[in-house]
């Protein structure tokens, strides 16, 4: 079937266009520049039918998955369907790109570059569509706004000319010249994460930027924004740039089948991978034992403090940027730590901020929360929090599409708990670890002299287990610089400015510890998929002058 972008209307198969609603998207596997079929679709059907039928919603769904003849396709709740790819696909996929990778390798850096500033105009071209896509998918309209504005920041003009500063650097040393530049890997894999796949996948561009060949897997069961980024955003760009065919694959691939033949592939180099520490650093294990890079984003447990002297109105509002999607977010707050002086007038701010906060549809104005479908370990470290001495500061319910709390309710209240002393404070573990609910603790440090507290703070976030991102608020340059030289855990630190929010220049992803694992740091997807090479040219001196210099 050729890719139109909608499901053809050629065979009953496809005939899915009625009068009062326009064709939904179909697409095959995308391997060599070509359309190759699966074994059977997924379907996505959106999120809003989730909460208004969620029965019907199911129905459909699986109704065409056994039967894509059916009728149901004409459902109005039906937005589109990703081909299944196969085993040998996956591999195919991955041959595709090793036999572009060379030829694209040679392209020139100005040339590949250019990748950037065309994402970024494609993006703002097809912003609303990209938007709808994600929503349909069940983020909130807020949040994904928030995702498209990262990307934007991820390859805006400061950044991409920064990384255009650390791909190359050329010295004239005597008769000699001098380069240190950064060579592509070969082929990297991407991996991404279902709760946010398509910016995810985004950063392939980054790592075609720096000279790779790519093949990412769309998740399975939320595939379509990932295919509709990558077949209409990224591949059209390169066919007009000239890019070898095989240069960016995408599949919809099983996950652990894709992984494993991943990591049996010969001309797999890097594998990009997000999930839980866990799995993730077992994958990490792996990779090391196969030979191949792995590049791991994996959970955060981000720290937010709040110093004595902080404008407090602005630090509730970034600590309500936890619960983002419902807080399933590897890069929102996790638990806030706060100075004994303020904590109470803290608390009492962050509650009426809560009272803002509210779920409804992913299209509706002003809606932050996402649903949670597996919302049991929530209260279980709700109660554990409880029963070992936090005291609830609001929320902690389950609720309904318009806010009303419900023992059945798909969405979770924003909670906030107390914890009280420093000591201690991890043996909850709703501080000790990233939670992925609505839920932050906010840990009240013991009354002590405020340089004895600095050394506290930075020693606790300092033992966080994990290291993505932390913040500050604070209007001291003193207690800001003390945080600054002596806080070295996480990717990325952030003073009196939004905890989530991207910025140019500055890493996008990564972290230390649970968060990036044993080669964690701060991630520039366009450096991490490459390597650093020297150079030197000159004509004219003996080797045995060169080495001993006479």
């Given at each position: 079937?050729?890719?139109?972008?909608?499901?053809?209307?050629?065979?009953?198969?496809?005939?899915?266009?009625?009068?009062?609603?326009?064709?939904?998207?179909?697409?095959?596997?995308?391997?060599?520049?070509?359309?190759?079929?699966?074994?059977?679709?997924?379907?996505?059907?959106?999120?809003?039918?989730?909460?208004?039928?969620?029965?019907?919603?199911?129905?459909?769904k699986r109704t065409l998955e056994q039967n894509p003849e059916s009728p149901t396709a004409l459902h109005p709740y039906v937005v589109g369907r990703c081909a299944v790819a196969s085993g040998e696909d996956v591999d195919a996929a991955?041959?595709?790109?090793?036999?572009?990778?060379?030829?694209?390798?040679?392209?020139?850096?100005?040339?590949?570059?250019?990748?950037?500033?065309?994402?970024?105009?494609?993006?703002?071209?097809?912003?609303?569509?990209?938007?709808?896509?994600?929503?349909?998918?069940?983020?909130?309209?807020?949040?994904?706004?928030?995702?498209?504005?990262?990307?934007?920041?991820?390859?805006?003009?400061?950044?991409?000319?920064?990384?255009?500063?650390?791909?190359?650097?050329?010295?004239?040393?005597?008769?000699?010249?001098?380069?240190?530049?950064?060579?592509?890997?070969?082929?990297?894999?991407?991996?991404?994460?279902?709760?946010?796949?398509?910016?995810?996948?985004?950063?392939?561009?980054?790592?075609?930027?720096?000279?790779?060949?790519?093949?990412?897997?769309?998740?399975?069961?939320?595939?379509?924004?990932?295919?509709?980024?990558?077949?209409?955003?990224?591949?059209?760009?390169?066919?007009?740039?000239?890019?070898?065919?095989?240069?960016?694959?995408?599949?919809?691939?099983?996950?652990?089948?894709?992984?494993?033949?991943?990591?049996?592939?010969?001309?797999?180099?890097?594998?990009?991978?997000?999930?839980?520490?866990?799995?993730?650093?077992?994958?990490?294990?792996?990779?090391?034992?196969?030979?191949?890079?792995?590049?791991?984003?994996?959970?955060?447990?981000?720290?937010?403090?709040?110093?004595?002297?902080?404008?407090?109105?602005?630090?509730?509002?970034?600590?309500?940027?936890?619960?983002?999607?419902?807080?399933?977010?590897?890069?929102?707050?996790?638990?806030?730590?706060?100075?004994?002086?303020?904590?109470?007038?803290?608390?009492?701010?962050?509650?009426?901020?809560?009272?803002?906060?509210?779920?409804?549809?992913?299209?509706?104005?002003?809606?932050?929360?996402?649903?949670?479908?597996?919302?049991?370990?929530?209260?279980?470290?709700?109660?554990?929090?409880?029963?070992?001495?936090?005291?609830?500061?609001?929320?902690?319910r389950r609720m309904e599409l318009d806010g009303t709390p419900s023992d059945t309710g798909v969405f979770l209240e924003p909670t906030v708990v107390r914890v009280d002393g420093l000591a201690g404070a991890r043996r909850f573990d709703?501080?000790?670890?990233?939670?992925?609910?609505?839920?932050?603790?906010?840990?009240?440090?013991?009354?002590?002299?405020?340089?004895?507290?600095?050394?506290?703070?930075?020693?606790?976030?300092?033992?966080?287990?994990?290291?993505?991102?932390?913040?500050?608020?604070?209007s001291s340059p003193d207690v800001t610089d003390w945080f600054v030289s002596r806080l070295h855990n996480g990717g990325l630190f952030k003073v009196n400015d939004s905890h989530i929010g991207f910025l140019p220049y500055l890493p996008?992803?990564?972290?230390?510890?649970?968060?990036?694992?044993?080669?964690?740091?701060?991630?520039?997807?366009?450096?991490?998929?490459?390597?650093?090479?020297?150079?030197?040219?000159?004509?004219?001196?003996?080797?045995?002058?060169?080495?001993?210099?006479?």
């Amino acid at each position: 079937m050729a890719f139109t972008g909608e499901l053809e209307a050629s065979s009953p198969a496809n005939r899915v266009e009625s009068p009062d609603r326009p064709a939904v998207r179909s697409y095959d596997n995308y391997i060599a520049d070509r359309d190759v079929g699966g074994g059977g679709w997924v379907y996505t059907v959106s999120a809003r039918s989730l909460l208004e039928d969620v029965f019907t919603s199911v129905s459909v769904k699986r109704t065409l998955e056994q039967n894509p003849e059916s009728p149901t396709a004409l459902h109005p709740y039906v937005v589109g369907r990703c081909a299944v790819a196969s085993g040998e696909d996956v591999d195919a996929a991955v041959d595709a790109a090793a036999a572009a990778a060379p030829e694209w390798a040679s392209v020139p850096l100005k040339t590949r570059l250019r990748l950037g500033a065309m994402f970024r105009e494609r993006l703002r071209n097809h912003r609303e569509t990209f938007l709808s896509l994600l929503m349909a998918e069940a983020h909130p309209r807020m949040l994904a706004e928030w995702e498209l504005s990262c990307l934007e920041q991820v390859y805006s003009e400061e950044s991409c000319g920064w990384y255009e500063q650390q791909m190359y650097a050329e010295f004239q040393h005597g008769p000699r010249r001098l380069v240190v530049r950064r060579s592509p890997d070969g082929v990297v894999c991407i991996n991404p994460p279902q709760n946010a796949p398509a910016p995810s996948a985004a950063l392939a561009v980054l790592a075609l930027m720096a000279g790779n060949a790519v093949v990412v897997r769309a998740p399975r069961s939320i595939a379509l924004s990932t295919m509709y980024t990558v077949r209409e955003l990224i591949a059209p760009m390169l066919r007009e740039i000239g890019a070898p065919p095989g240069t960016v694959n995408v599949i919809c691939g099983k996950p652990q089948q894709t992984i494993d033949r991943w990591l049996a592939h010969p001309k797999v180099n890097d594998i990009m991978y997000f999930g839980g520490s866990e799995e993730g650093l077992r994958f990490e294990r792996e990779c090391v034992a196969r030979g191949k890079k792995p590049i791991l984003e994996l959970a955060g447990n981000d720290g937010l403090v709040v110093w004595r002297d902080a404008d407090l109105d602005m630090a509730a509002e970034a600590i309500t940027e936890c619960f983002y999607g419902s807080g399933q977010i590897c890069m929102v707050p996790n638990y806030v730590l706060a100075h004994p002086a303020i904590a109470d007038d803290l608390l009492a701010l962050v509650r009426k901020q809560v009272t803002t906060i509210r779920p409804g549809y992913p299209d509706d104005d002003g809606v932050l929360l996402s649903p949670v479908r597996r919302s049991e370990k929530f209260f279980t470290l709700l109660d554990q929090a409880i029963g070992e001495g936090a005291t609830l500061v609001c929320g902690g319910r389950r609720m309904e599409l318009d806010g009303t709390p419900s023992d059945t309710g798909v969405f979770l209240e924003p909670t906030v708990v107390r914890v009280d002393g420093l000591a201690g404070a991890r043996r909850f573990d709703v501080v000790a670890h990233e939670t992925f609910f609505p839920l932050i603790p906010c840990v009240v440090a013991e009354d002590a002299p405020d340089d004895v507290l600095l050394g506290r703070f930075v020693e606790f976030m300092n033992g966080n287990m994990y290291g993505l991102r932390n913040s500050l608020w604070t209007s001291s340059p003193d207690v800001t610089d003390w945080f600054v030289s002596r806080l070295h855990n996480g990717g990325l630190f952030k003073v009196n400015d939004s905890h989530i929010g991207f910025l140019p220049y500055l890493p996008s992803h990564g972290g230390t510890g649970l968060t990036g694992g044993a080669f964690g740091e701060a991630n520039y997807p366009m450096l991490k998929t490459s390597h650093i090479q020297g150079v030197s040219s000159c004509s004219g001196i003996r080797p045995r002058i060169a080495v001993f210099g006479r």
